[in-house]
C-alpha cells in the first residue's frame, strides 16, 4: 500500500476580509531618534537601540527596536518600568512581539491627547518625541450580554484585527485567524486597524436623561471564542436597568452602533461544583454560555458552622460549561465539610449546589444502602468513593456477586453530585423477585426488582440488519451519561444534576444504565423472534438518545415484512416497524495511517454512529485475507478509524482490495 499524506489548508484569510478604511500612522521622524547607548558598548541588553515610533491609534503603538527584547525586557513589571512617556500617557500591558518581525512591538497604552506631543524614554534614556494619533477604532456595535456586562463588536471584514491575531505569541494558535501584516500594516494590499490589549480601558455608559457610568474592561475577554467583543462590566453592585436606552462611548473607540435597550437577561445556572484540591474547585453551568462568561465572577461556599470562603474565576480555565475558581486570600477548604454554593451578585443561580471536600476513596468501602431503579438498573450508595481499581470492569464483576441468576453487566458509574453514590447496570431482574447482594465476598443486604420498565418511544430501521430504539429527556428518560460525574461538561448541555430522589428542578427521570450485552427481540409477523445486541458506544450519540441493535452476523431485516420489538426492559410506545430496503452506505477512500491502522472515509457524513462494529476486508495479490474493524468512537464526521484484527500487519508495497464484510457499504473504487 502506498503511504500518502493529505494537508488540508486553512481557509484562506482573505475570503473572511472586506473593505474598511485606511489607517493613518504618525510616525517618528528618524533625525529625532536619540541611542539608549553607543554600539561600542559590549553589553547588549544595555545597548538597545529603538529605530522607529509609530502611533497607530489612540491606544496602540508599533515600537521598532534594532534587537529583540529579552523576556525579562518585555514582563510587565519591567515594562512599565522601562517604558516611558511624558504628559501622563503611560503602558498599560506587554509589549507584543509582531509576527513575521524581529524587534518590532505593539505596545497599549492609555489614551493619547489630541494635539499633543509625547516623549518616549526607554530605561531612564529618552529616546524620541511623536505626535499623538488620534484615529479611534472602528467598532460595529455595543450590545447588553448579561445585567451588568456589555461587549463591544469589531470585524476582521471591517479591516480591524484584534492584536491576538498578528503577535508572534499567538501564531498558529489562532484557529486560523492568524495572519502576518507587513510594515506598513498592510495584508494582501489591505491596511489594518490593530486594537491594543485593552488590559485598564474603560468605556462610558450613559442612560437616556441619565448621568454617566464607567464600565472596564473584563480580562482575558478580548478575542474568545473567534470573535472580537471584549466584555465591559459596571461597577460592583450596578445594574442596567431594563428598558432603559444607553449610548456607548470611548475615548479610544468610534462605534457604528452605540446605542442599546437594556433588558432583564435570565442569570445562568450553576449545575455543580467539584472541589479538586484544597484551594481549586470546578464550576459547572448547565449549559455552555459558548462564551467567555465566567471572568471576575466570584461564588461563597459556605460551611455548617457559618465559615464563609469566596472563590473567583481562573482566568482562561473555561472548558464548555466548566470554570475552575480558586479560593482566595490564602484560605483553604476544610476537610470532610460540605459547603452550599451561592453565586456573589446576580450572575448565576444555584439551586441546593453543594460540594462536599476530602470525598477519598477508599478500598474498604461498604455498602450502606441499595435501590432498584428499573430492571436493569441500581443505585449502590458506599461509605466512601471506590478506588480506581475497583472500578474497572474485570474487577467490579468480581466485586459484585448477585444470586438467583443476576450479574452486573458494566462498570459502576458516580452519579453526578455526589461523593459515593454509584448507577450499577444489571442483566435484567425477575419481576417480583428479591436479590442479595454480595460485594467483595461480604453480603451486602438486599433489594427488590423494580419492575417498572423504561419508557421509550419508538423501534425504526438504520441499515439492512440494524434498529435503533428512541427515548425522550424531554419525557423525563435521561441516559446515564447525562448525569454521571465522568460526562460533567462533556455533554455539549445535556448533562444535569439529579436530586437524592432522582428528580431535577421537580420532575423525576428514568435512567438508561451502560445496555453493554443488553438485548431485544425482533419478530417479524408470522415468524420467530430474532435476538439483536447492543451496537457498543451508539447509546448516547450526537446528542440523541438512540441505541443501536443489530442482529446476528449474515441475518438481514426482509423489505414489506413487518417486525414487533419487543423487551424484558424497556416499554417501547411504537414498536412496530415494516422493514425496507435501505441504500448501503459508500465508502470513499481508504488509506493507512500505519501498518494496523486504516482511515475509512464514507462519501458523506452519516450524521450517526453508523460505522459500529463494521469490518472490511483486504486482500492482498497473493490471496492474503487482513480484517480491520471500526475502533470505537473515532468517527469525525464522515471519517473513522479502523484496526487489523487478530495481530495482522499491512505489508510494505503491497496493494490490497478493499471489500465490506456484509452489505453495511459500497464502494466507489475497486482497490486502495
Same mark, same amino acid.
Request: no cysteine; glycine share 6%; aromatic share 8%.
Given at each position: 500500500?502506498?503511504?500518502?499524506?493529505?494537508?488540508?489548508?486553512?481557509?484562506?484569510?482573505?475570503?473572511? =476580509?472586506?473593505?474598511? +478604511?485606511?489607517?493613518?500612522?504618525?510616525?517618528?521622524? #528618524?533625525?529625532?531618534?536619540?541611542?539608549?547607548?553607543?554600539?561600542?558598548?559590549?553589553?547588549?541588553?544595555?545597548?538597545?537601540?529603538?529605530?522607529?515610533?509609530?502611533?497607530?491609534?489612540?491606544?496602540?503603538?508599533?515600537?521598532?527596536?534594532?534587537?529583540?527584547?529579552?523576556?525579562?525586557?518585555?514582563?510587565? *513589571?519591567?515594562?512599565?518600568?522601562?517604558?516611558?512617556?511624558?504628559?501622563?500617557?503611560?503602558?498599560?500591558?506587554?509589549?507584543? =512581539?509582531?509576527?513575521?518581525?524581529?524587534?518590532?512591538?505593539?505596545?497599549?497604552?492609555?489614551?493619547?491627547?489630541?494635539?499633543?506631543?509625547?516623549?518616549?524614554?526607554?530605561?531612564?534614556?529618552?529616546?524620541?518625541?511623536?505626535?499623538?494619533?488620534?484615529?479611534?477604532?472602528?467598532?460595529?456595535?455595543?450590545?447588553?450580554?448579561?445585567?451588568?456586562?456589555?461587549?463591544?463588536?469589531?470585524?476582521?471584514?471591517?479591516?480591524?484585527?484584534?492584536?491576538? %491575531?498578528?503577535?508572534?505569541?499567538?501564531?498558529?494558535?489562532?484557529?486560523?485567524? &492568524?495572519?502576518?501584516?507587513?510594515?506598513? %500594516?498592510?495584508?494582501?494590499?489591505?491596511?489594518?486597524?490593530?486594537?491594543?490589549?485593552?488590559?485598564?480601558?474603560?468605556?462610558?455608559?450613559?442612560?437616556?436623561?441619565?448621568?454617566?457610568?464607567?464600565?472596564?474592561? +473584563?480580562?482575558?475577554?478580548?478575542?474568545? @471564542?473567534?470573535?472580537?467583543?471584549?466584555?465591559?462590566?459596571?461597577?460592583?453592585?450596578?445594574?442596567?436597568?431594563?428598558?432603559?436606552?444607553?449610548?456607548?462611548?470611548? @475615548?479610544?473607540?468610534?462605534?457604528?452602533?452605540? !446605542?442599546?435597550?437594556?433588558?432583564?437577561?435570565?442569570?445562568?445556572?450553576?449545575?455543580?461544583?467539584?472541589?479538586?484540591?484544597?484551594?481549586?474547585?470546578?464550576?459547572?453551568?448547565?449549559?455552555?454560555?459558548?462564551?467567555?462568561?465566567?471572568?471576575?465572577?466570584?461564588?461563597?461556599?459556605?460551611?455548617?458552622?457559618?465559615?464563609?470562603?469566596?472563590?473567583?474565576?481562573?482566568?482562561?480555565?473555561?472548558?464548555?460549561?466548566?470554570?475552575?475558581?480558586?479560593?482566595? *486570600?490564602?484560605?483553604?477548604?476544610?476537610?470532610?465539610?460540605?459547603?452550599?454554593?451561592?453565586?456573589?451578585?446576580?450572575?448565576?443561580?444555584?439551586?441546593?449546589?453543594?460540594?462536599?471536600?476530602?470525598?477519598?476513596?477508599?478500598?474498604?468501602?461498604?455498602?450502606?444502602?441499595?435501590?432498584?431503579? %428499573?430492571?436493569?438498573?441500581?443505585? +449502590?450508595?458506599?461509605?466512601?468513593? =471506590?478506588?480506581?481499581?475497583?472500578?474497572?470492569?474485570?474487577?467490579?464483576?468480581? *466485586?459484585?456477586?448477585?444470586?438467583?441468576? =443476576?450479574?452486573?453487566?458494566?462498570?459502576?458509574?458516580?452519579?453526578?453530585?455526589?461523593?459515593?453514590?454509584?448507577?450499577?447496570?444489571?442483566?435484567?431482574?425477575?419481576? &417480583?423477585?428479591?436479590?442479595?447482594?454480595?460485594?467483595?465476598?461480604?453480603?451486602?443486604?438486599?433489594?427488590?426488582?423494580?419492575?417498572?420498565?423504561?419508557?421509550?418511544?419508538?423501534?425504526?430501521?438504520?441499515?439492512?440488519?440494524?434498529?435503533?430504539?428512541?427515548?425522550?429527556?424531554?419525557?423525563? $428518560?435521561? &441516559?446515564?451519561?447525562?448525569?454521571?460525574?465522568?460526562?460533567?461538561?462533556?455533554? *455539549?448541555?445535556?448533562?444535569?444534576?439529579?436530586?437524592?430522589?432522582?428528580?431535577?428542578?421537580?420532575?423525576?427521570?428514568?435512567?438508561?444504565?451502560?445496555?453493554?450485552?443488553?438485548?431485544?427481540?425482533?419478530?417479524?409477523?408470522?415468524?420467530?423472534?430474532?435476538?439483536?445486541?447492543?451496537?457498543?458506544? !451508539?447509546?448516547?450519540?450526537?446528542?440523541?438518545?438512540?441505541?443501536?441493535?443489530?442482529?446476528?452476523?449474515?441475518?438481514?431485516?426482509?423489505?414489506?415484512?413487518?417486525?414487533?420489538?419487543?423487551? &424484558?426492559?424497556?416499554?417501547?410506545?411504537?414498536?412496530?416497524?415494516?422493514?425496507?430496503?435501505?441504500?448501503?452506505?459508500?465508502?470513499?477512500?481508504?488509506?493507512? $495511517?500505519?501498518?494496523?491502522?486504516?482511515?475509512?472515509?464514507?462519501?458523506?457524513?452519516?450524521?450517526?454512529?453508523?460505522?459500529?462494529?463494521?469490518?472490511?476486508?483486504?486482500?492482498?495479490?497473493?490471496?492474503?485475507?487482513? $480484517?480491520?474493524?471500526?475502533? +470505537?468512537?473515532?468517527?469525525?464526521?464522515?471519517?473513522?478509524?479502523?484496526?487489523? #484484527?487478530?495481530?495482522?500487519?499491512?505489508?510494505?508495497?503491497? #496493494?490490497?482490495?478493499?471489500?465490506?464484510?456484509?452489505?453495511?457499504?459500497?464502494?466507489?473504487?475497486?482497490?486502495?
Amino acid at each position: 500500500m502506498k503511504k500518502t499524506k493529505k494537508h488540508l489548508s486553512l481557509l484562506l484569510l482573505a475570503s473572511m =476580509l472586506g473593505t474598511g +478604511v485606511a489607517v493613518p500612522f504618525n510616525v517618528l521622524n #528618524m533625525d529625532t531618534v536619540a541611542r539608549a547607548a553607543s554600539h561600542d558598548k559590549q553589553d547588549d541588553r544595555e545597548a538597545v537601540e529603538v529605530t522607529s515610533i509609530k502611533s497607530l491609534n489612540s491606544i496602540t503603538l508599533e515600537i521598532t527596536f534594532a534587537e529583540p527584547l529579552s523576556s525579562e525586557e518585555v514582563a510587565l *513589571n519591567n515594562a512599565q518600568k522601562n517604558f516611558e512617556f511624558d504628559n501622563d500617557l503611560s503602558i498599560r500591558n506587554v509589549p507584543q =512581539l509582531k509576527t513575521g518581525f524581529k524587534s518590532t512591538y505593539i505596545v497599549p497604552t492609555t489614551p493619547q491627547e489630541e494635539g499633543t506631543s509625547y516623549t518616549f524614554s526607554y530605561k531612564g534614556e529618552e529616546v524620541g518625541t511623536f505626535t499623538a494619533n488620534t484615529e479611534q477604532i472602528n467598532m460595529r456595535e455595543a450590545r447588553q450580554v448579561d445585567n451588568d456586562t456589555i461587549e463591544l463588536e469589531s470585524r476582521l471584514s471591517d479591516r480591524v484585527t484584534d492584536y491576538g %491575531n498578528v503577535i508572534e505569541a499567538y501564531a498558529g494558535k489562532r484557529g486560523g485567524l &492568524d495572519f502576518e501584516l507587513d510594515e506598513d %500594516n498592510r495584508y494582501k494590499g489591505k491596511e489594518y486597524q490593530i486594537i491594543s490589549s485593552l488590559r485598564g480601558t474603560q468605556v462610558t455608559l450613559t442612560p437616556r436623561s441619565g448621568e454617566p457610568i464607567i464600565a472596564t474592561y +473584563v480580562p482575558f475577554t478580548q478575542n474568545t @471564542d473567534g470573535r472580537q467583543e471584549p466584555k465591559f462590566r459596571l461597577p460592583e453592585g450596578e445594574q442596567l436597568e431594563p428598558g432603559i436606552t444607553y449610548t456607548v462611548s470611548a @475615548d479610544w473607540a468610534d462605534f457604528r452602533d452605540a !446605542t442599546f435597550t437594556a433588558k432583564d437577561i435570565d442569570p445562568l445556572t450553576i449545575q455543580s461544583v467539584k472541589a479538586t484540591s484544597e484551594t481549586t474547585l470546578d464550576v459547572t453551568l448547565r449549559r455552555d454560555p459558548r462564551e467567555e462568561i465566567f471572568p471576575l465572577r466570584r461564588i461563597t461556599l459556605t460551611a455548617p458552622d457559618g465559615t464563609e470562603l469566596v472563590a473567583q474565576y481562573k482566568f482562561t480555565t473555561r472548558n464548555g460549561a466548566t470554570g475552575t475558581f480558586e479560593i482566595m *486570600n490564602g484560605e483553604e477548604l476544610a476537610s470532610n465539610v460540605t459547603y452550599q454554593v451561592e453565586p456573589v451578585g446576580e450572575w448565576a443561580t444555584a439551586r441546593n449546589v453543594s460540594v462536599t471536600t476530602d470525598a477519598q476513596p477508599d478500598e474498604n468501602a461498604e455498602v450502606q444502602s441499595i435501590k432498584s431503579l %428499573n430492571p436493569i438498573t441500581l443505585e +449502590v450508595t458506599f461509605s466512601a468513593p =471506590l478506588v480506581t481499581d475497583d472500578l474497572a470492569l474485570a474487577q467490579a464483576q468480581e *466485586n459484585f456477586q448477585f444470586d438467583n441468576g =443476576l450479574t452486573i453487566r458494566n462498570i459502576p458509574q458516580l452519579k453526578t453530585g455526589t461523593t459515593a453514590t454509584y448507577f450499577v447496570p444489571t442483566t435484567p431482574q425477575a419481576s &417480583d423477585m428479591t436479590y442479595t447482594l454480595t460485594y467483595k465476598d461480604d453480603e451486602a443486604g438486599t433489594f427488590e426488582t423494580n419492575s417498572d420498565r423504561l419508557d421509550m418511544v419508538e423501534a425504526r430501521q438504520v441499515a439492512y440488519d440494524t434498529i435503533e430504539i428512541e427515548s425522550s429527556l424531554r419525557a423525563g $428518560v435521561t &441516559d446515564y451519561e447525562n448525569v454521571i460525574a465522568s460526562y460533567v461538561g462533556k455533554r *455539549n448541555g445535556l448533562d444535569f444534576v439529579l436530586d437524592q430522589n432522582n428528580q431535577y428542578r421537580g420532575k423525576n427521570y428514568e435512567i438508561i444504565p451502560s445496555l453493554r450485552t443488553a438485548q431485544v427481540y425482533i419478530t417479524p409477523e408470522g415468524g420467530e423472534p430474532i435476538v439483536a445486541t447492543y451496537v457498543p458506544f !451508539t447509546q448516547a450519540t450526537d446528542g440523541r438518545q438512540e441505541p443501536k441493535f443489530r442482529l446476528p452476523a449474515g441475518e438481514t431485516l426482509i423489505p414489506g415484512v413487518e417486525y414487533t420489538v419487543t423487551s &424484558d426492559w424497556a416499554d417501547i410506545k411504537d414498536f412496530k416497524f415494516t422493514s425496507k430496503a435501505i441504500n448501503p452506505l459508500t465508502i470513499r477512500s481508504v488509506n493507512e $495511517v500505519n501498518p494496523t491502522t486504516l482511515e475509512v472515509r464514507l462519501s458523506s457524513d452519516p450524521r450517526d454512529e453508523m460505522f459500529a462494529s463494521r469490518q472490511i476486508k483486504l486482500t492482498a495479490p497473493d490471496g492474503t485475507e487482513l $480484517v480491520a474493524q471500526y475502533k +470505537v468512537t473515532t468517527r469525525k464526521g464522515s471519517t473513522g478509524i479502523f484496526e487489523i #484484527m487478530n495481530g495482522g500487519k499491512l505489508e510494505p508495497n503491497t #496493494m490490497y482490495s478493499v471489500t465490506p464484510v456484509g452489505q453495511w457499504a459500497g464502494l466507489t473504487f475497486t482497490t486502495k
